[in-house]
């Protein structure tokens, strides 16, 4: 089982519908959760973390937690083309042998359709 | 404004030689980071340093190296022993290393081979 695992997509969501991004992760000792968003050609850019089960919201971005399910997930409300972008899952993982470190997900793209 | 720069953004390198990636941040932050980032696959880790004068390798650190000689300085050599160099590497910073210390990235610098 891969360490933080997301769907890679592409995810098509409608110009002003709710898209739905997941991500589960393997260590139950997690405890930092991280969204970025990667445009195509440039770096990835925090855009929400959560640390505590429940939702957290930021204007028109939710990230859920599920510490129990091992399940973190952000919500983009009325999406717009702007949003279409890659978005990478980032999780702190506890290795046996090593530092704690963080894991990111291959990342899903997603793609706003007008 | 305060930020991460990675210097040059483009870079070509030889067979048999070595070149080397340039990582400032003025962002007072204690602990940076070098991913590496091929297509389809998520951020690997490379090197990172915890505080100046310390670094510790990560997933991948063969045929690279790093130094850590100021706070705002974390350069990364790509050795010839690196068979493989093509692809977009990132430098990341965060506060402290940390679990809930979100990384912050600069724009990346794409290498590949002559």
């Known amino acids: 089982q891969k360490e933080v695992e997301q769907n890679s997509g592409p995810l098509s969501v409608p110009e002003g519908a709710i898209a739905s991004l997941n991500c589960t992760y393997s260590d139950r000792g997690s405890q930092s959760f991280f969204w970025y968003r990667q445009y195509s050609g440039k770096s990835p850019e925090l855009i929400m973390f959560?640390?505590?089960?429940g939702d957290k919201e930021d204007g028109r971005f939710t990230a859920q937690l599920n510490k129990a399910s091992q399940y973190v997930s952000l919500l983009i409300r009325d999406s717009q083309p702007s949003d279409s972008a890659t978005y990478l899952c980032a999780v702190n993982i506890f290795p046996q042998n090593g530092n704690e470190k963080l894991t990111f997900g291959t990342g899903t793209r997603l793609t706003i359709i007008p | 404004d305060g930020g991460i720069t990675q210097s040059p953004k483009y870079l070509f390198r030889k067979e048999g030689q070595n070149v080397t990636l340039s990582c400032e941040q003025n962002l007072n932050h204690d602990a940076m980071y070098w991913y590496r980032q091929d297509p389809g696959q998520g951020l690997r880790l490379i090197y990172y340093?915890?505080?100046?004068?310390?670094?510790q390798k990560g997933d991948i650190a063969e045929g690279y190296s790093v130094s850590r000689e100021k706070k705002e300085s974390f350069p990364l050599t790509v050795t010839s022993a690196q068979k493989n160099p093509t692809a977009f590497y990132l430098c990341?910073?965060?506060?402290?290393?940390?679990?809930?210390?979100?990384?912050?990235f600069g724009d990346g610098t794409r290498l590949s081979i002559l």
């Open positions: 959560i640390y505590s089960n």
């Open positions: 990341a910073s965060s506060r402290q290393y940390y679990s809930n210390q979100p990384q912050h």
């Open positions: 340093s915890q505080i100046v004068n310390d670094f």
